[in-house]
Nanobody
Framework: QVQLVESGGGLVQAGGSLTLSCAAS????????MGWFRQAPGKEREFVAA??????SAKYADSVAGRSTISRSNAMAYLQMNSLKPEDTAVYYC????????????????WGQGTQVTVSS
């Protein structure tokens, strides 16, 4: 079992930056790939970014590529977001799975509770 707890959400102005954190506990964290998803009001949850268990591979959704960076260290995963836009407003979820590409091809096994990010125009 892997437990995930997100933090770092909040209110930020358009053009600003924010770093989300995900604290993992439970099974050997280093064996699991990590990812971030988001769900805006009235929309389906969507993939944002993923990082492999060894941190050497990362994948981004087109909507955030070039202005977001996913990273990991010890029992933490991070999503740094720059040049934020009002359309980035959503609840952001941390997710984890033993299989890297399951993070964007399927349904990750473990999920956090989410943290709200609101970008004002």
């Amino acid at each position: 079992q892997v437990q995930l707890v997100e933090s770092g959400g909040g209110l930020v102005q358009a053009g600003g930056s924010l770093t989300l954190s995900c604290a993992a506990s439970g099974r050997t964290f280093n064996n699991y790939a990590m990812g971030w998803f988001r769900q805006a009001p009235g929309k389906e949850r969507e993939f944002v970014a993923a990082i492999s268990s060894n941190g050497r591979s990362a994948k981004y959704a087109d909507s955030v590529a070039g202005r977001s960076t996913i990273s990991r260290s010890n029992a933490m995963a991070y999503l740094q977001m720059n040049s934020l836009k009002p359309e980035d407003t959503a609840v952001y979820y941390c997710a984890s799975d033993y299989v890297y590409d399951r993070l964007w091809r399927s349904e990750p096994q473990y999920w956090g509770q989410g943290t709200q990010v609101t970008v004002s125009s």
